[in-house]
C-alpha cells in the first residue's frame, strides 16, 4: 500500500486499523502525521456543541467541497455513457485529497476558533489546535497540478497563493498577540476560508 | 492564373467560412414550475441569465468550435446545463457562451472559469463563482447572492433585502445600492467599494486583508458603524455619535466607532482590513 492508497482507504476504515494499513503507517511517517491529525479533528468535533457551529459559511464551503468530490448529490446527465468533464481522479491524481483536507482545514479552523473563545486555554492546547499544524495543504503540489491542468493560470494562482499566505501569517501574528481579539481571529478565520476557495478553484480547472 | 488579390480573397473567404461553419448554436427548451433550479456549468465562455415571462426555461448557446458541446438534463424541478469539452479543446475551441433566460422566481448557479457571469431580475438565489469571471449581478430582490472570484472584478448593483455574500481573492469589489438582512464582503487584496444606504436594519460586514474600503453613505443613513485598520488608516467625513466603549482600542487614524443617524433603525456595519485603508464619505448630492 502507497501514501495515496493510504488516504483513499481512510475514506472506509478512518483509524487505520487493518493490517494494510498499520503496515504503511508504521513506514511512512508523513501519513502517521495525517492520521493523527484528523483523529485530532475528529476527537475536538465531538467535543463542539450546537451552539458552537460555524458559521453558515463554513457548511457551505464544506458542502461544496464534498459534492466537487462526488459524495454528495452526484448529477447525471442525458450522456453517461461520458464523463462531460475529466474526471477529478484523472485531473487531481494523488492530489485529490486535497478537496475534504481543505473541508477539514475549514472545521479544524471552527474548531481552533472556538479553542481560542473559551477561558485561557493552556499553552500545550493552544499549540496543538494551531491551524497551521493542521493544514495539510501543500502549495506546491496545488501550483504543479495547475501548470498542468490550466498553464495560463499558473502566476495568477502563485501570486493569489502568496497574498493568501501572507494574510494568515498576518492574521495569525494578531491572534497570537491577543488571543482574546475577536477580530484577529475572525481575520484568521476568513483568510484560511479564503485559502480553502483558491483550492477549490483550482481544482475546477479543465 | 489567380492573381495575388484574387488569392487573398480567396483565403479570407475559406477562414471566415470555417469559422461560420465551427461556429453553431443550440437552443434548449424546458418546462419547469415555480421556483425551479438552474445549473450551468461552463469551462470557458460566458453565461447571462435574465428573466423570462412563463414557465420556460430557455437556453441559447454559442459553440465556438466542433469540439465542444452541451449536455443537458432535467430532473424535476431542476435543469443542469453542462459544457462537454471534447479531446483537443482548448480554452479557445472549448468555448460557449450562454444566453439563459428562466422564471424571475427560480434558483441559479452558474460557473465559469473564464468567462463573464450575469444574472439580472430575479428573484431566486443566485450562486456565482469562477476564478477569473468578471461577475456582474443587478436588480435582484428577495434572494441570496453568493459570489466567488478569485481575481475577477464584482459588480453587484441595486439588490434589495438580499442575503449577499462575497468571496474574493484579488478582484475588486464594487456594491451599489445593495441591502439587505447580511451583506458580508471577503477579500484578500481586492478594494471594496460600496455605496448605498446601509438600509434594512441589516449586518454589513465588509473585510480585506490589503485592499483599500470605501464606504458612501447619504445623508439619512442609520448605522451603527466601526471601522478597524490594524496598519493602514481610517478617516470619515461624517459626523458620527462616538462609542467609547469598544473591544478594540480606538487608536486615533486607526480605528473609529460611532452611529449615523437614528440608533432605533439602525443596521451594524463593519468595516476592517490589516493593511488597507479605510473611507467612510457622505454622498453628494449629485451622486
Not at chain 1, 189 to 199: E, I, P, R, T, V
Not at chain 2, 111 to 135: I, M, Q, R
Request: charged share 20%; net charge negative; glycine share 6%.
Amino acid at each position: 500500500m502507497n501514501c495515496v492508497e493510504l488516504q483513499q482507504s481512510l475514506a472506509e476504515v478512518e483509524d487505520g486499523s487493518t493490517l494494510e494499513q498499520r503496515a504503511h503507517l508504521r513506514a511512512c511517517p508523513k501519513c502517521s502525521a495525517l492520521l493523527k491529525e484528523l483523529s485530532l479533528i475528529v476527537a475536538s468535533a465531538g467535543e463542539l456543541q450546537a451552539s458552537d457551529e460555524p458559521s453558515p459559511r463554513v457548511w457551505n464551503s464544506i458542502e461544496i467541497a464534498l459534492r466537487r468530490e462526488g459524495l454528495i448529490r452526484p448529477q447525471r446527465t442525458n450522456h453517461n455513457q461520458r464523463t462531460p468533464l475529466p474526471s477529478f481522479s484523472a485531473r487531481w491524481g494523488a492530489a485529490r485529497w486535497l478537496v475534504p483536507a481543505a473541508a477539514m482545514l475549514l472545521l479544524a479552523v471552527g474548531i481552533y476558533e472556538r479553542r481560542q473563545s473559551l477561558p485561557a486555554p493552556t499553552h500545550e492546547e493552544a499549540a496543538v489546535l494551531t491551524p497551521v499544524n493542521l493544514s495539510g495543504l501543500n502549495d506546491d503540489d496545488l501550483i504543479q497540478e495547475v501548470a498542468a491542468s490550466a498553464p495560463a493560470m499558473q502566476g495568477q494562482y502563485e501570486e493569489n497563493l502568496r497574498r493568501v499566505n501572507e494574510s494568515i501569517r498576518d492574521a495569525q501574528s494578531l491572534v497570537n498577540e491577543n488571543p482574546n481579539d475577536e477580530d484577529a481571529r475572525r481575520s484568521l478565520m476568513d483568510a484560511y476560508q479564503q485559502k480553502s476557495m483558491l483550492f477549490e478553484m483550482a481544482m475546477d480547472r479543465q | 492564373m489567380l492573381s495575388k488579390r484574387g488569392a487573398i480573397l480567396v483565403t479570407v473567404t475559406v477562414i471566415m467560412a470555417g469559422a461560420l461553419v465551427a461556429e453553431s448554436k443550440k437552443e434548449l427548451h424546458f418546462t419547469v414550475r415555480p421556483r425551479a433550479g438552474v445549473s450551468v456549468m461552463n469551462p470557458y465562455g460566458s453565461i447571462s441569465v435574465r428573466p423570462s415571462p412563463g414557465n420556460t426555461v430557455t437556453v441559447l448557446a454559442t459553440l465556438h468550435s466542433d469540439r465542444v458541446e452541451v449536455d443537458n438534463n432535467q430532473s424535476g424541478n431542476r435543469v443542469d446545463i453542462q459544457t462537454h469539452l471534447l479531446a483537443g479543446a482548448d480554452a479557445e475551441s472549448g468555448r460557449v457562451d450562454y444566453e439563459i433566460l428562466v422564471p424571475a422566481d427560480a434558483s441559479v448557479t452558474l460557473h465559469s472559469s473564464t468567462g463573464s457571469l450575469h444574472a439580472e431580475k430575479l428573484h431566486g438565489d443566485v450562486n456565482l463563482e469562477g476564478p477569473g469571471a468578471a461577475v456582474d449581478v443587478r436588480d435582484i430582490s428577495d434572494a441570496h447572492v453568493h459570489v466567488k472570484t478569485m481575481n475577477g472584478p464584482v459588480n453587484l448593483d441595486n439588490i434589495k433585502n438580499g442575503h449577499v455574500e462575497v468571496d474574493s481573492l484579488s478582484g475588486d469589489i464594487t456594491l451599489n445600492g445593495v441591502n439587505g438582512s447580511l451583506v458580508q464582503v471577503v477579500s484578500t487584496s481586492g478594494r471594496i467599494n460600496y455605496i448605498g444606504d446601509f438600509g434594512n436594519s441589516g449586518e454589513y460586514r465588509l473585510t480585506s486583508h490589503s485592499g483599500d474600503i470605501n464606504a458612501t453613505i447619504p445623508e439619512w443613513t442609520s448605522a451603527d458603524v466601526s471601522a478597524r485598520s490594524v496598519r493602514g488608516e481610517v478617516s470619515d467625513d461624517i459626523p458620527l455619535q462616538p462609542k467609547t466603549h469598544t473591544y478594540f482600542a480606538l487608536d486615533k487614524g486607526r480605528a473609529f466607532a460611532g452611529t449615523v443617524g437614528r440608533v432605533a433603525v439602525s443596521s451594524t456595519v463593519v468595516l476592517r482590513t490589516f493593511s488597507g485603508k479605510i473611507h467612510l464619505r457622505k454622498r453628494s448630492e449629485k451622486q
